[in-house]
């Protein structure tokens, strides 16, 4: 089998009955399977919250033992996310801005540059990593110097390698960006820190604690999946050099070739929802206060919605995956995410031939029924430059 393939351990299920379970820390979650399940429970935010009041239980695995900070606008339902929502999304569309792409090519060229002159490199580590969080200085308008303080805590903000969660390395993270807040009350900038302490939602400004929720969300939202992104898309070219060379014969297919891949891969598997009263899911069952989850990868490669779902096709006309999430809670930062897909293949494109695969070691989550591959712990490559 291809190393770069990511099977769909779903489907049995997804067709069978439309759910399966697994069981997160003692607390049991049904899982949604099905692309119109999927959107339709995302959509009813009333009886599938992602607010309540037990912070981190809408991430799975479950964040309750280690996150007492509410993550906004995500863990925020109506109307008050809509505020929130009002006051970020300008910021966070910045991406889309002629002089932010600028600078965003010139990062992601320069470390393109150091691996093409490299004999092997070991992409989640030395390439993933680095080029998301040099990225994200742009999103945060921080200098680029941080980058390095981000690259050393590693590919995972909650867990150590090989570990579930570590609640010692979160607070590496949130007393960071407790001292960044700290600095910025002080000696106001252009930085995203600066700016959320200088605002206001519904006529109050925001306190220390939900500009230190907004900051959690930023990185840790868009950190394993932009790293998954990447480096399953260069396994997937480094198997299909011929695609890598359809991008650079027609550049315009970009933005098609980004959303597949970003659609076959999902980078994140699924996330949950608190059930606020007794209904049904898949003419299933499910009781208030339990959790359901909606699995984004399963929805992806629903054949009712998708044709040949598990393969790649850049020439795909309808894709409404939901890799982005969907409803009111779709991803604050798929504008920076899409940006960077965007900019890496057509770099990739022009500067590199082909991709030789030495080495990996695939990253299997455990879903209770279910082992999904959602990208590689480690997998080193050559790149062959033109």
């Not at 809509?82 to 569309?93: I, M, Q």
């Not at 400004?205 to 790293?227: P, S």
């Not at 929802?273 to 009781?287: I, L, S």
């Amino acid at each position: 089998m291809e190393k770069s393939k990511i099977s769909d351990p779903f489907e049995k299920a997804r067709v069978e009955k439309g759910y399966g379970n697994m069981d997160d820390q003692n607390d049991p979650v049904t899982i949604l399977l099905r692309h119109k399940d999927v959107r339709k429970t995302a959509h009813n935010w009333k009886t599938f919250q992602s607010g309540g009041d037990e912070v981190g239980r809408i991430v799975i695995p479950s964040e309750v033992a280690i996150r007492d900070t509410r993550q906004i606008p995500f863990e925020v339902d109506p109307p008050l996310h809509k505020e929130f929502r009002n006051l970020l999304d300008g910021w966070f569309k910045r991406p889309n801005g002629e002089e932010y792409q600028a600078k965003l090519a010139a990062q992601i060229e320069t470390l393109v540059n150091e691996v093409l002159n490299k004999d092997e490199v070991e992409v989640v580590r030395d390439f993933s990593l680095k080029l998301q969080s040099r990225a994200l200085t742009l999103l945060l308008n921080t200098p680029f110097s941080e980058s390095e303080t981000w690259i050393s805590w590693g590919t995972h903000v909650f867990r150590s390698e090989g570990e579930s969660l570590d609640a010692d390395k979160a607070n590496v993270l949130y007393n960071y960006i407790d001292e960044k807040i700290i600095e910025a009350s002080k000696n106001p900038g252009e930085d995203l820190y600066s700016v959320l302490l200088n605002s206001e939602v519904n006529g109050n400004k925001l306190t220390h604690e939900e500009v230190k929720g907004i900051m959690i969300l930023t990185f840790a939202g868009g950190r394993d999946t932009v790293i998954n992104a990447l480096t399953n898309s260069i396994a997937y070219f480094a198997e299909h050099p011929k695609s890598l060379q359809a991008i650079k014969e027609n550049p315009e297919m970009i933005n098609n070739a980004v959303e597949e891949l970003i659609r076959y891969f999902a980078p994140l598997t699924h996330m949950g929802r608190v059930v606020t009263e007794d209904t049904q899911v898949c003419e299933h069952a499910v009781k208030a206060n339990t959790r359901v989850s909606l699995c984004w990868a399963s929805a992806n490669r629903d054949a009712t919605v998708f044709e040949n779902p598990n393969e790649v096709d850049f020439n795909r006309k309808m894709n409404p995956h939901v890799s982005f999430g969907f409803g009111t809670h779709n991803c604050l930062g798929a504008t920076h995410a899409r940006q960077i897909m965007r900019t890496l293949l057509e770099i990739l494109a022009n500067k590199v031939a082909t991709i030789d695969i030495v080495d990996t070691d695939e990253n299997i989550e455990e879903l209770g029924e279910f082992n999904r591959k959602v990208g590689y712990n480690s997998i080193t490559v050559k790149f062959n430059k033109y």
